[in-house]
């Protein structure tokens, strides 16, 4: 469960990217936050993510206040998380294969049972073919592709995408909704931050819009 209560967040020279929201996010689901350019979607991922903390409220990630963690228990909590971001930050000098390995390698995993589990989400992504290349090599499209399988390599329970189809055409992105929804399908919890309008009424997640920071619509409903 993610939930914010009264979160505020305000940066230095006093900009308020977030004002008083509060909402609940349930294991499992799948949930579209949008709005305009500035509305504050990035920052509320960033607070989930413990990338950013609440300048006041509380984030919680299962039942952890999110912005009173130590620093040296925030790489914990992050192991629940895959995270990609609209800069991929790809290892441009690393095959396709070591950048979705790096996660593993960090946590520790054994070199056989890392190697299995690398192939199995580049399959997962339609890059397989392409291990060995190196990420300057691809598209668009397929780098995003690559950010999504190391986002999931290690199997996370929550799944954070900012903008995720906002530089790609429209056969690419039916592409990515649909591997957004065989995630949330397996009991990933798919958190998107987007203003992809075809996305979401091919997802049909619940919405969560925000406006200049504050929270303008909750709908419990899916989108029409």
Known sequence: MISFSQ?????????????????????????????????GKSTALKLMAVIERPTSGSVLINGQNAGALRPRAIPFLRRNFG????????????TVFDNVLLPLNIVGYERREAARRVRAALDKVGLLAKEKAYPITLSGGEQQRLAIARAIVHRPEILLADEPTGNLDAAYAAELGELFRSF?????TVVIATHDENLAARLRPRMIALKNGELARAAVEAAA
């Open 184 to 188: 949330n399908r397996v009991g990933v």
């Open 7 to 39: 979160v505020c967040k305000r940066y230095p020279g006093g900009f308020e990217a977030l004002k008083n929201i509060s909402f609940a996010i349930a294991d499992g689901e799948m949930v579209f936050i949008t709005g305009h350019s500035g509305a």
């Open 83 to 94: 995270l990609i971001f609209q800069d991929h930050k790809l290892l441009f000098d690393r």
